[in-house]
Nanobody, 121 residues
Framework: QVQLVESGGGLVQAGGSLRLSCAVS????????VGWYRQAPGEQRELVAT???????NYGDSAGGRFTIAGDNTKNIVYLDIYRLKPEDTAVYYC???????????????WGQGTQVTVSS
């Protein structure tokens, strides 16, 4: 069973920065990618960014150049740095790992429990 544990959320003022961490219970190498998603109250969950074990990154439309994702393969941790935080960044941030398979239809997603980020104006 794969476990993902997020940490680093909290209450921050607008304009500040935050680093979120996602600790994965297995080697990041076995996954197609590990990513961060967020869900604001009343909204759908949306992609923030993903990273592969090789370091390739993909950012969602919401990233806006203020997010940086990076993986540490030695520690099996994926970080999400958020800069110039805005109140609209307030959301629960989730970590997801997708298994690496020959066919995407057999891929399985594992989710963490999420970490709350609240940005005050």
């Amino acid at each position: 069973q794969v476990q993902l544990v997020e940490s680093g959320g909290g209450l921050v003022q607008a304009g500040g920065s935050l680093r979120l961490s996602c600790a994965v219970s297995r080697s990041i190498d076995v996954f197609s990618y590990v990513g961060w998603y967020r869900q604001a109250p009343g909204e759908q969950r949306e992609l923030v960014a993903t990273v592969t074990s090789g370091g390739a990154t993909n950012y969602g439309d919401s990233a806006g150049g203020r997010f940086t994702i990076a993986g540490d393969n030695t520690k099996n941790i994926v970080y999400l740095d958020i800069y110039r935080l805005k109140p609209e960044d307030t959301a629960v941030y989730y970590c997801k790992a997708r298994t690496r398979t020959l066919s995407p239809k057999y891929a399985r997603d594992y989710w963490g429990q999420g970490t709350q980020v609240t940005v005050s104006s």
